[in-house]
């Protein structure tokens, strides 16, 4: 059945859709074995019940590593101004991607957190990566834990660190995992809900790309939008920091986070950052970091202006017309899929061709400019449109085998 000619072409025609380099096939988010939204019940206590006098933006500022007691003390005594900032951050056993690279001052590093909190008033919060590290920096009255991205990639380790939680009530912050697989974050929640943890964050710090890219992990909002979606309690913080590895480009991303609604931003911040002992590019001073929180224009979910809300709902009835114009359109177009999937059948013709492909998406991209779309989302939207129209015709391949064997074997009989 596999040598049909039309069934070869659709096989070939699908690996070759699987090259395309922004195939949402590769670069998409994973729902699979995501739980159904009513499973998905958890107790999380609001932010607001943890973090006395809490304002939007939640500020969490601090240098990516712990390098020396002084450097922590001054950036603590530096932050601890800007009134948004309620959190202390930094890292004291450090993920780094290569041997040999500074890893961490480690658990003397603990005391140095311990006198920012004495002396500033400050939470404190570093990064714990197993059940040594938990028992350490609970030893140490560390306030809030913090989960990596490449440790919330591995559900050994998150229960390993949920399994050394149980039994404290101590807040833990969960980045997302560095690929962009949501059903995985959500996991991470679930396994520490389940050890009893209720104070909950989520860290927003990008998805790791094999594509270049104008960011160090591309920030797929989609993702924590959808996690939001699915979990409106959990607060959802924003690391532009791991996002941009740029610290030029921290404020456009903070901007965003707030306009998506999200509860913070966590920004990794030095004194002196060019001379930082990691991630020296995305770490900026205490004094650009308060220029960047005071510009934050905060927006809020609804407001009370009647013009303003007649406006919005006006607005949303176009968006909703125009909608039910685009499915009606799509679904012209895919009656005439069907017509061409019939002919080419009828006729035994290998007629599905990658060169069609690329005068379409040509086309299609160029289009998309001219009018003034980006030319990469057109693109992305048109994989997708094929790709489902692969499937219809491969279906109604099938169906054509079956009734032409169903009909032989009864002319058999
Ligand atoms: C960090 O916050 O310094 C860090 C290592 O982040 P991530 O886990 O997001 O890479
Ligand atoms: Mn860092």
């Not at 096939?25 to 019940?41: F, H, Q, T």
């Not at 658990?107 to 400050?122: D, I, M, P, S």
Request: proline share 5%.
């Amino acid at each position: 059945m596999d040598r049909h000619p039309f069934g070869m072409a659709i096989a070939t025609y699908l690996s070759y859709l699987r090259q395309w380099p922004h195939s949402l096939v590769m670069r998409g988010c994973n729902y699979a074995g995501l739980p159904d939204k009513e499973s998905l019940i958890m107790d999380i206590k609001p932010i607001n019940k943890w973090i006395p006098n809490l304002k939007r933006p939640l500020v969490i500022a601090g240098p990516c590593s712990a390098e020396t007691e002084e450097q922590v003390l001054e950036t603590a005594k530096a932050v601890v101004q800007i009134e948004d900032v309620r959190i202390f951050r930094a890292g004291i056993w450090k993920p780094r991607t290569r041997p040999n690279s500074f890893e961490g001052v480690g658990e003397e590093g603990l005391k140095w957190l311990k006198r920012v909190k004495e002396e500033t008033g400050l939470l404190v919060t570093t990064e714990v990566a197993n059940a040594n590290h938990v028992e350490l920096a609970l030893k140490n009255d560390i306030d809030i834990l913090w989960i990596g991205a490449r440790t919330t990639v591995n559900p050994f380790s998150v229960q390993e660190i949920a399994d050394a939680l149980k039994g404290t009530n101590i807040p833990v912050m969960v980045k997302n995992p560095i690929n962009a697989d949501l059903a995985l974050w959500m996991g991470a929640f679930e396994r520490l809900n389940l050890a009893g943890i209720d104070k909950l964050v989520a860290i927003h710090r990008g998805f790791s790309s094999a594509e270049k890219s104008e960011y160090r992990n591309e920030p797929l909002w989609r993702i924590p939008i959808e996690l939001k979606r699915r979990l409106p309690d959990l607060p959802m913080v924003c690391d532009p920091s791991h996002i941009t590895g740029d610290r030029n480009r921290i404020a456009l991303v903070c901007q965003k986070a707030m306009d998506v609604d999200m509860e913070g931003i966590m920004v990794e911040t030095h004194p002196t950052p060019d001379q930082a002992w990691s991630d020296a590019a995305q770490q900026v001073t205490p004094t650009a970091l308060g220029h960047i929180v005071k510009n934050l224009k905060l927006k809020t979910e609804f407001s009370l202006d009647r013009t303003f809300e007649h406006e919005l709902s006006d607005l949303r009835s176009q968006i909703d017309r125009i909608d039910s114009e685009l499915l009606e359109s799509l679904k012209m177009r895919f009656n005439i899929v069907e017509r061409i999937g019939d002919l080419k059948m009828k006729n035994n013709v290998t007629a599905l061709q990658v060169h069609r492909m690329d005068e379409m998406m040509k086309r299609i991209t160029d289009l998309a400019e001219k009018i003034g779309l980006r030319g990469l989302f057109a693109h992305e939207l048109y994989n997708v449109i094929h790709e489902e129209s692969v499937k219809v015709q491969t279906e109604m391949m099938r169906s054509f085998l079956k009734d032409n064997q169903s009909e032989s074997n009864s002319s058999e009989d």
